[in-house]
């Protein structure tokens, strides 16, 4: 599985985990790669063997209000060795104040406290759906990933083809641009891409001869979005006399991201092609495709089934003729 520092755990606004840092800033590079929580109830209590420290450790009302009971010494001791395991996380629940030895030792061993509002068996519910879809694999991909009529359609193909002029003059049509350049990809549960773009490169466009332009800017938020499923791929290529290309379309191909297959064309260049209208009519034909209609092999089976009736037909001539 990937990882994720503590610092991006904290920043994180969409999953509304409603974090904040109490101790240990110089923690927050701190990674962790496991989506599994952990109470360190028995840890607490000195019993630390099965603790694990690359995972974030809750702690709620139950394991603060123990700490109460014991003796000062004895809780001091307790939460040094605690702390001394180089823990990944400490979040404490419920909006609760940690003991001020807490705090120090996560400040010295450099270990981030942190503290949500939640309940415990809500937040750690939250975290953990989370972490899973968070920390499981992604990769960056060169291309443009555009939304065309609701189909996340990339557009990949070797560098200067026209992948962003041909994803500019869908936008100009009214479609939207998620991302160009650089595609962060990730996998989400239970076998879906999402594709979004880098933090620097948000909603900019390179055009050869123009420079950088901002898409948000220009034609206005509704002609970008932040992320979006890939269901399509579609790679630019430079057309070439004598290469073969697929006429029918009824042999289906597909490029593996992270292990997933994803419905793939690849479509050939050349003057007077108007790509971006090729392109449309490549995502709605997907729609068609999902919703169980398929028209090659329609197309297919009706050639099928006109030459099936015409050779029976002449089966027949030929017969007729042989009986006179």
Same mark, same amino acid.
């Given at each position: 599985?990937?990882?994720?520092?503590?610092?991006?755990?904290?920043?994180? +606004?969409?999953? +509304?985990?409603?974090?904040?840092?109490?101790?240990?800033?110089?923690?927050?590079?701190?990674?962790?790669?496991?989506?599994?929580? #952990? %109470?360190?109830?028995?840890?607490?209590?000195? !019993?630390?063997?099965? &603790? /694990?420290?690359?995972?974030?450790?809750?702690?709620?009302?139950?394991?603060?209000?123990?700490?109460?009971?014991?003796?000062?010494?004895?809780? %001091?001791?307790?939460? /040094?060795?605690?702390?001394?395991?180089?823990?990944?996380?400490?979040?404490?629940?419920?909006?609760?104040?940690?003991?001020?030895? $807490?705090?120090?030792?996560?400040?010295?061993?450099?270990?981030?406290?942190?503290?949500?509002?939640?309940?415990?068996?809500?937040?750690?519910?939250?975290?953990?759906?989370? $972490?899973?879809?968070?920390?499981?694999?992604?990769?960056?991909?060169?291309?443009?990933?555009?939304?065309?009529?609701?189909?996340?359609?990339?557009?990949?193909?070797?560098?200067?083809?026209?992948?962003?002029?041909?994803?500019?003059?869908?936008?100009?049509?009214?479609?939207?641009?998620?991302?160009?350049?650089?595609?962060?990809?990730?996998?989400?549960?239970?076998?879906? &891409?999402?594709?979004?773009?880098?933090?620097?490169?948000?909603? /900019?466009?390179?055009?050869?001869?123009?420079?950088?332009?901002?898409? %948000?800017?220009?034609?206005?938020?509704?002609?970008?979005?932040?992320?979006?499923?890939?269901?399509?791929?579609?790679?630019?290529?430079?057309?070439?006399?004598?290469?073969?290309?697929?006429?029918?379309?009824?042999?289906?191909?597909?490029?593996?991201?992270?292990?997933?297959?994803?419905?793939?064309?690849?479509?050939?260049?050349?003057?007077?092609?108007?790509?971006?209208?090729?392109?449309?009519?490549?995502?709605?034909?997907?729609?068609?495709?999902?919703?169980? !209609?398929?028209?090659?092999?329609?197309?297919?089976?009706?050639?099928? #089934?006109?030459?099936?009736?015409?050779?029976?037909?002449?089966?027949?001539?030929?017969?007729?003729?042989? &009986?006179?």
């Amino acid at each position: 599985m990937a990882g994720m520092t503590i610092q991006e755990l904290l920043a994180e +606004k969409e999953s +509304k985990l409603d974090l904040e840092l109490l101790a240990g800033a110089k923690g927050l590079d701190r990674s962790v790669h496991v989506p599994r929580i #952990q %109470k360190p109830g028995l840890a607490l209590a000195g !019993y630390t063997a099965n &603790l /694990h420290p690359d995972r974030i450790q809750v702690l709620g009302e139950t394991e603060l209000s123990y700490l109460l009971t014991l003796d000062p010494d004895k809780a %001091k001791q307790n939460i /040094h060795g605690l702390c001394s395991l180089n823990i990944c996380s400490l979040i404490i629940t419920k909006g609760l104040s940690p003991p001020p030895l $807490l705090a120090e030792e996560c400040e010295t061993n450099h270990i981030p406290l942190l503290r949500t509002y939640h309940q415990s068996s809500t937040f750690i519910s939250m975290l953990t759906t989370y $972490l899973e879809e968070r920390l499981l694999p992604s990769t960056t991909l060169h291309g443009v990933l555009v939304d065309v009529l609701g189909v996340g359609v990339l557009l990949v193909g070797k560098s200067g083809v026209g992948k962003s002029e041909c994803a500019l003059d869908l936008v100009l049509k009214g479609h939207r641009l998620v991302a160009d350049d650089v595609i962060k990809v990730r996998m989400k549960l239970p076998a879906v &891409l999402f594709g979004e773009g880098s933090d620097l490169l948000n909603y /900019h466009m390179e055009i050869r001869g123009l420079g950088i332009i901002n898409i %948000k800017h220009l034609f206005g938020v509704a002609s970008i979005r932040e992320r979006k499923k890939i269901d399509l791929v579609i790679e630019l290529v430079e057309w070439q006399e004598g290469a073969e290309y697929d006429r029918l379309g009824i042999d289906e191909e597909c490029y593996t991201i992270l292990g997933i297959s994803v419905p793939f064309l690849r479509i050939p260049i050349r003057p007077g092609r108007n790509m971006t209208s090729i392109v449309e009519v490549a995502a709605r034909n997907q729609l068609l495709k999902e919703m169980g !209609y398929h028209s090659a092999r329609e197309f297919q089976d009706r050639l099928e #089934q006109r030459m099936a009736e015409t050779a029976l037909l002449h089966s027949r001539a030929i017969i007729g003729d042989n &009986l006179e």
